[in-house]
C-alpha cells in the first residue's frame, strides 16, 4: 500500500464493500468490523482501531514517517505493519491477521491441549519478538497476552508495538482506565500515569505473559480479589504483590526467571538479551519445536481417539442389539434384514403350518366392571406369562388384538410335521397357566379362556410401510378363528386337521371327540378337545358345566365384590330397559 493510499479513504467499514477507483481497497468481513480483505494482495488484515478515531482528520508526516519505519521492521516472531486506515471518522492501523487470535485466546480455549513444550515455544517466540525490538532501540509498553497473536503455525508474534508512538504523534491519547488493563503494567509505571514505556517495564509485564502461559489463568487469578485492588497493592507496597505459581506447573528454572522479571527493582530485572538466554536453558539443550509437540499431541490425541471411538462402538453395539432385539419382537428375523436393506418383502406360501387362537371368555363385561388402567394391567400381566411360554416352544407369535392372541408354528422358520405337536404343547401350558393366574384388581374372580388349534395352508406377507406389521392370509386362518369363538372355556378345540397330524405323530395325545359342531360359514363338521398327553403331569384346570344352562359370560357373580356385584347388576337393567 502506497503513501497515497494510506492516507486516502480505503473503505467505509460500516458497509461490506466500499472501493475508491484507481487505488488499493480493503474489503471488511461481514462477520467483524476489525477483520478486512486486502484487495491488492488478497490477504485478511486486522483493523486496529483508535477509540478517539473521530478527532483524526488527516495523517501527520510525523505518522507517516513512523509507520515507514515500522513496516520495515521483519521478523517471525513480530506481526507486521500494513498501513494506516483514514474514513468517515474512523482511524485504524492496519496488520496481519493471524487466524488463531490472540494468546489470550489461545490459553482460554479448554479444547486446545498445551504441554510444557507446546508453552515453552510460545514463550520464547514472545521473548524472541521483544528482544528484537529492543535491539532496534523500540520499547513496546502495551505488552499485553491479548496483544500477542498466533498464526495458523502456532507462531507468536508480538504486535501493537510502535502503537503509542503512533497515537502521540497524532496527538491522540489512549489512556488505559480500566484496572484489567493494566495488570501488565510494571509497578514503578502505575506510579507515574504519564510516563511512557520503558525497556525494564516490557521485561515486567513479559514476567506476568509467563504467569498467564504457566497456569492457562488470568493475572493474579490466584489473588482472589478485584483488578483495582491488585493495581492499588502494586503501586503502594509493601507486602510484595505477585502472581503465586505452583513448582509443579513448570521448570523450576523458568519459574526462577519470571520472579527476576518481575522484580520491584527495575535495574534488577534482566535484559530481554539475558532472558533469551536463560530460557534457552529451560528445556536443557532439548530444542522447542512446536511441530514436533504437535505431531506429540496428535499421537495422543489419535490414541485417546481411538480408544474413545471403541468405547463408542461398543455403546453403539449394544444399542443395535436392543434395536434388533426390539425388531425381533415384531417381525421376523429375516424379513426384518430384508426391510433394514430396503428390498421389498415379497408374499410367501406355507403348506405345513399349525395355528393357535384363544381369548378372554367374558372380556367384555371384565372390562365393564374395570378401569380402563385395570384392563391394561391384566393384558399386560396375561400375556406376558404367555410370552414366556411360547419362548419355550417352536412357535411365532403372530399379533395381539385386545384379548385375541394369536400364535403361528411352521412360520416363518419351516419345522417340517412338528408345526401340530409344537402348537398343542404350547396350548396345554397356556391352559395350565391360566388355571392359576388371578387377576391384581379382582382376585377372586377367575379367568377363563377359549383356545382353537386348526392346521393348514397360509400365506404371509407384510402389510404396511408405516407401521409394517407381519400377517398371514387363507382360510386356515379363518378357521382357527371359527374353532375359538366356538369352543368352551377352558377347553382346547380342534378339527380333523391338526387331529389327524397328531395321530399320526404317535406321542399320546389324549384327543376326545366333542362331535357336531356348526362353524360360521363352513357348516357342520366333527370336532375334538384336546385334554392332555401321556406324560404331561401338569394339572389343568377342570371346565366348568354348561349343560345346566350356567352363564358363559366367564365369571361368576358369586365371586365378584358387593360393590362390583352391583354395578354389573345396574348394566344388566340398564341394558333391558334400553
Known amino acids: 500500500m502506497n503513501e497515497e493510499s494510506m492516507t486516502k479513504s480505503l473503505v467505509d467499514v460500516k458497509t461490506p464493500y466500499r472501493s475508491v477507483c484507481g487505488r488499493s481497497y480493503i474489503q471488511t468481513s461481514p462477520n467483524s468490523t476489525n477483520i478486512a480483505m486486502y484487495e491488492c494482495q488478497g490477504d485478511w488484515v486486522w483493523l486496529k482501531k483508535c477509540s ?15 509507520i515507514n519505519q ?50 515453552s515455544s510460545l514463550l520464547l517466540d514472545l521473548i524472541r519478538g521483544m528482544r528484537y525490538l529492543h535491539w532496534r532501540g523500540i520499547t513496546h509498553g502495551r505488552l499485553k497476552s491479548r496483544n500477542c497473536v498466533v498464526d495458523g503455525r502456532f507462531v507468536l508474534k508480538v504486535t501493537e508495538y510502535g502503537y503509542a508512538s503512533i497515537m502521540e504523534a497524532q496527538g491522540v491519547s489512549i489512556e488505559d482506565t480500566n484496572p484489567t488493563d493494566m495488570l501488565w503494567t510494571a ?28 497456569t492457562r489463568s488470568a493475572p493474579f487469578c490466584m489473588m482472589d480479589m478485584p483488578a483495582k485492588e491488585v493495581i ?41 538479551e539475558e532472558v533469551f538466554k536463560q530460557f534457552k536453558q529451560v528445556n536443557k539443550g532439548k530444542k522447542t519445536n512446536i511441530i514436533d509437540s504437535m505431531l506429540r499431541m496428535l499421537e495422543q490425541y489419535s490414541s485417546n481417539l481411538e480408544d474413545l471411538i471403541r468405547e463408542r462402538t461398543e ?30 418383502v415379497e408374499p410367501e406360501g406355507f403348506n405345513d403350518t399349525s395355528l393357535y387362537f384363544s381369548d378372554i371368555v367374558g372380556f367384555t363385561t371384565i372390562s365393564a366392571l374395570s ?39 411352521g412360520v416363518p422358520n419351516r419345522n417340517g410335521n412338528r408345526h401340530a405337536a409344537e402348537i398343542s404343547n404350547m396350548a396345554l401350558d397356556i391352559l395350565h397357566a391360566i388355571g392359576t393366574f388371578r387377576m391384581k384388581h379382582m382376585p377372586d374372580v377367575k379367568i377363563k379362556i377359549r383356545i382353537g388349534l386348526h392346521s393348514g395352508p397360509v400365506v404371509a ?58 362353524l360360521k360359514g363352513k357348516g357342520h363338521e366333527t370336532t375334538y378337545w384336546l385334554v392332555g398327553r401321556e406324560g404331561y403331569t401338569k394339572e389343568l384346570p377342570v371346565p366348568p358345566d354348561l349343560t345346566g344352562g350356567a352363564s358363559n359370560h366367564g365369571i361368576s357373580l358369586e365371586d365378584l365384590p358387593l360393590d362390583r356385584r352391583q354395578k354389573f347388576l345396574d348394566r344388566q337393567n340398564q341394558n333391558k330397559k334400553s
Open 371 to 409: 378401569e380402563p388402567i385395570e384392563v391394561v394391567d391384566l393384558l399386560g400381566d396375561l400375556y406376558t406369562i404367555f410370552d414366556a411360554i411360547i419362548g419355550e416352544h417352536d412357535v411365532y407369535k403372530v399379533e395381539t388384538i385386545g384379548d385375541a392372541y394369536m400364535v403361528a408354528s
Open 461 to 518: 406377507g407384510v402389510v404396511g410401510l408405516t407401521m409394517p406389521r407381519y400377517c398371514l392370509f387363507g382360510d386356515t386362518v379363518n378357521t382357527a378363528s371359527r374353532m375359538e369363538s366356538t369352543g368352551l372355556p377352558y377347553r382346547i378345540h380342534m378339527n380333523q386337521s391338526i387331529v389327524d397330524i397328531l395321530t399320526s405323530l404317535k406321542l399320546g395325545y389324549k384327543i376326545v371327540v366333542r362331535g357336531n359342531t356348526e
Open 232 to 272: 492499588n497493592k502494586l503501586r503502594s507496597p509493601p507486602p510484595l504483590c505477585r502472581p503465586e505459581v505452583s513448582l509443579d506447573d513448570a521448570p523450576l528454572e523458568c519459574i526462577q526467571l519470571m520472579k527476576q522479571c518481575w522484580s520491584e527493582d527495575p535495574d534488577k530485572r534482566p535484559t530481554f
Open 70 to 119: 515500522l513496516r520495515d521492521m521483519r521478523h517471525e516472531n513480530l506481526n507486521l505493519y500494513i498501513g494506516l486506515f483514514l474514513d468517515v471518522g474512523i482511524f485504524a492501523v492496519v496488520t496481519e491477521h493471524c487466524s488463531r487470535g490472540s494468546l489470550e485466546d489461545l490459553l482460554a480455549n479448554e479444547d486446545m491441549r498445551l504441554d510444557w513444550m507446546f508453552k
Open 187 to 214: 509497578p514503578e509505571l502505575l506510579r507515574s500515569p504519564r510516563a511512557s514505556g520503558t525497556f525494564a517495564g516490557d521485561v515486567y509485564s513479559c514476567a506476568i505473559i509467563i504467569q498467564e502461559v504457566i
Open 52 to 66: 478517539n478515531g473521530d478527532q483524526v482528520t488527516s495523517v501527520t508526516q510525523k505518522t507517516t514517517n513512523l
Open 315 to 344: 455403546e453403539l453395539e449394544v444399542e443395535r442389539q436392543k434395536t434388533d432385539k426390539l425388531v425381533a419382537a415384531m417381525l421376523p428375523r429375516s424379513v426384518a434384514q430384508t426391510l433394514k436393506l430396503g428390498k421389498p
